[in-house]
Each structure stands twice: as C-alpha cells, then as structure tokens.
C-alpha cells in the first residue's frame, strides 16, 4: 500500500490550497484518515482526522479555516486549506490508520509567503 500527497505549492498569506492523498494496493477497514504537518525544526503535529464514521477532530491552530474530508469509495482524504498563514509552512504528510497498523503518505510541501 502506498499513500501519494499531491496539491502542495506556494501560496501568498490569505490564499487557498487543496491537499489531496490517495492510495494505491488493497487497502481495507480504513478506521482515521489525517493530515500531519512537520516544520524545519519542530516536530511533526497533527493537523486534522476524520474517522470512518466522519467525526473530525482539528488542531486549535486551524480550526475554523482547515477542512478534511474523505472519500471512502476512493479511499481517498483531502484538506481545504483557506486564509493561510506563514506559520502553516511545512511538509504536510497523510496518514491512514487501519487495524494494527498505519501507512504515511511521502510529504507534500505548502509554502506560504508572507
């Protein structure tokens, strides 16, 4: 199973973009579905999940300007992201958790300019 991130760029302060993630090989019972994102320096944090029933969960930081959704037929998750800011500036990575294990995608890069 591999989890490809597509949908990273650069983008001004105030600006949109569109995560998306989809996996590739026979994935089954996807429970969470989330978005991680790593910082030069810092550690890697959660950003937003969305389980098989569609409760979300959001970290405090982009709450009311970052949406996940999923698309179980695709097995696919994505995460509108609206009024950027700099400090959003890292490799976003999904994540895909199954029972007893968990797959990452590679990293996609968002860069927003100030």
């Known amino acids: 199973v591999q989890l490809q991130a597509s949908g990273g760029g650069l983008v001004q302060a105030g600006g949109s973009l569109r995560l998306s993630c989809a996996a590739s090989g026979s994935i089954f019972s996807i429970d969470r579905m989330g978005w991680y994102r790593q910082a030069p320096g810092k550690q890697r944090e959660l950003v937003a999940t969305?389980?098989?029933?569609?409760?979300?969960n959001y970290a405090d930081s982009v709450k009311g300007r970052f949406t996940i959704s999923r698309d179980n037929a695709k097995n696919t998750v994505y995460l509108q992201m609206n009024s950027l800011k700099p400090e959003d500036t890292a490799v976003y990575y999904c994540n895909y958790g199954v029972p007893y294990t968990q797959y990452w995608g590679q990293g996609t890069q968002v860069t927003v300019s100030s």
């Open positions: 969305v389980t098989s029933g569609g409760s979300t």
